[in-house]
């Protein structure tokens, strides 16, 4: 059973679409389940400016990347980076996100566990994007 909370957050897409004059791009895939993800940054003196994703994805990916997408904006590399970190143990341990990504605590848990790729692509392609 989907939790209502995760149709909420998924049905929240302001930042679904493309972006023609992005800085960073990435589009990637989940290699168990296929969902693929394509994000698309602005970044401007190590702040993303804007984000714009692409998805043909379950809705546990949609509602990380709808969550995702409204939350880096503005905020440095560096604390982007910090937060992906504890993203990616929050399901082994139970995690306190700080204030600026604390809707995260309703999706990153181990009750999710199987579903943790799906969770963690829209944070990996973001990444991914950052490095390239």
Not at 34 to 58: A, P
Request: proline letters at 1%.
């Amino acid at each position: 059973m989907i939790d209502k909370e995760i149709i909420k957050i998924a049905s929240n897409t302001e930042n679904h679409g493309m972006l023609d004059k992005h800085t960073h791009f990435s589009k990637l895939k989940n290699a168990i389940c296929g969902d693929e993800m394509k994000v698309y940054l602005i970044v401007e003196n190590n702040k993303i400016v804007n984000f714009k994703y692409e998805c043909e994805s379950c809705i546990y990916c949609q509602a990380s990347v709808s969550l995702l997408s409204r939350n880096a904006k503005n905020k440095s590399i560096e604390k982007i980076k910090d937060f992906a970190k504890m993203a990616k143990t929050s399901f082994s341990k139970k995690m306190h996100f700080d204030k600026d990504w604390k809707d995260f605590e309703k999706l990153m848990t181990n009750n999710n566990i199987s579903r943790k790729e799906c969770l963690l692509l829209p944070i990996n392609t973001m990444l991914d994007a950052l490095i390239n």
